[in-house]
């Protein structure tokens, strides 16, 4: 296997060493190199690609923004992550939009290496070249909205007050607006109103509320597009129906309230690629839509024969940039291929994967007939016949309209 390339600057030796220090048992797995300075390390670049960026924040002449904005433009596909104090607020806010990851100092050598790992995995296993290609060729990806980057934050620190949650919320007031006209609407079917965003993150779990902050951001961000079979506010509808399903099938099948929470956010999020595709190559897209409606090709194998990849593959390499856990990425990046998980019997990616199947069959529409139950897949999974319940329980969550 190749090793990874990964290049960290900071300007105190110190740091360098310290890094040097704990991350040497590396060494087999990853080709480290360091810089003092930002202008050094896109010399480094220059001549050689990297994978991953790892930066500190303040330091004198480049800081750790105008760096990781200079190799956003110079290098699009290395992975670029940002070590920061406390002390650093303002300069993470700089950050927003150019950082992929956040770290925070002091920092664990063993987060570090895992935060490191996971992005390499991205760089390299999960995803192949195709998707850097097509991704690098977007100018504009979505950015992390700060709300969510906050949030992280708090929760890293292990704050789970939902007073201080919500008052990150709140910050944003469009944001804020749209969080609880949502949180209010017969979809989650709560029995009082909520007023405030601590009421919904003490209501509905900080997981839930971090989700549709990221999502709402997602889809706001996207450029509106309407390709000949559906439009951007049938994503949303497609996914939140999903999310409903998912999390109603995982309960029917006595999956802990985890892994529901886990369906439910992987359900929201499991067609993120779409939006990237569709909103930044939209003729090429239509022309994908034409082979499903025409040569009746499942969505994904049309998008592959258009773009060499999927939306599966480019939603997950999305939201690994952005540090979702490992659970919702296997959702997001297999949600079409249940027989890499099948072994696993009922599993939040099953659930999701099953929800799309049925709420795909029931719009009528080329997105979401992209999925069909392979029969001798949920019979290795052990699910065979289930399909039944699994419909009544998707057609009771979905009776819950959508705001
Ligand atoms: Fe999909
Ligand atoms: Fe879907």
């Not at 105008?66 to 940002?82: A, D, F, G, I, K």
């Amino acid at each position: 296997m190749l090793k990874q390339q990964i290049l960290f600057v900071d300007d105190e030796p110190m740091v360098l060493q310290g890094l040097q220090r704990i991350l040497r048992p590396l060494r087999g797995e990853w080709d480290m190199v360091f810089a003092e300075s930002g202008g050094r390390a896109l010399e480094l670049m220059a001549g050689h690609p990297f994978d991953v960026i790892v930066s500190d924040m303040r330091m004198p002449g480049m800081n750790g923004a105008e760096l990781l904005r200079e190799v956003m433009r110079r290098h699009p596909t290395t992975v670029r992550m940002v070590l920061s104090g406390h002390a650093d607020k303002d300069l993470v806010t700089q950050c927003v939009g150019v950082a992929h990851q956040y770290i925070s100092k002091p920092c664990d050598p063993e987060q570090l290496k895992a935060m490191v790992r996971n992005a390499c995995a991205l760089a390299g296993k999960l995803v192949d070249d195709e998707v850097k290609r097509v991704i690098g060729a977007i100018d504009r990806l979505p950015n992390v909205p700060e709300v969510y980057v906050e949030l992280k934050q708090a929760l890293s620190r292990e704050e789970s007050d939902p007073r201080v949650l919500g008052e990150i919320i709140q910050k944003d007031p469009g944001m804020t607006a749209k969080i609880l006209k949502l949180v209010n609407s017969a979809f989650f079917g709560l029995r009082r109103t909520i007023n405030h965003p601590q009421e919904a993150v003490a209501y509905l779990g900080i997981d839930i509320v971090k989700t549709l902050v990221l999502s709402n951001s997602i889809f706001q961000q996207s450029q509106p597009f309407q390709t000949r079979t559906f439009g951007i506010s049938d994503v949303w509808h497609h996914s939140m129906a999903v999310a409903a399903g998912a999390k109603a099938i995982a309960q029917a099948e006595g999956l802990d309230r985890v892994l529901q929470e886990e369906a439910f956010v992987g359900g929201i999020l499991h067609d993120v690629g779409v939006l990237i595709l569709a909103s930044n190559f939209p003729d090429l897209y239509n022309r994908a839509v034409e082979l499903v409606t025409e040569e009746h090709v499942l969505l994904p194998t049309a998008e592959q024969e258009m773009f060499g990849v999927t939306h599966a593959e480019v939603g997950a390499y999305l939201l690994g940039l952005w540090g979702l856990p490992a659970g919702i990425l296997k959702i997001v990046s297999l949600h079409h291929r249940p027989h890499a998980f099948e072994s696993e019997g009922m599993c939040s990616a099953m659930a999701v994967h099953a929800a799309d199947v049925i709420c795909g069959a029931k719009g009528g529409q080329a997105l979401f007939e992209s999925g069909r139950f392979n029969q001798e897949s949920l019979e290795r999974a052990g699910l065979a016949g289930h399909q039944d319940a699994w419909a009544a329980a998707c057609a009771s969550a979905s009776e819950k309209e959508l705001p």
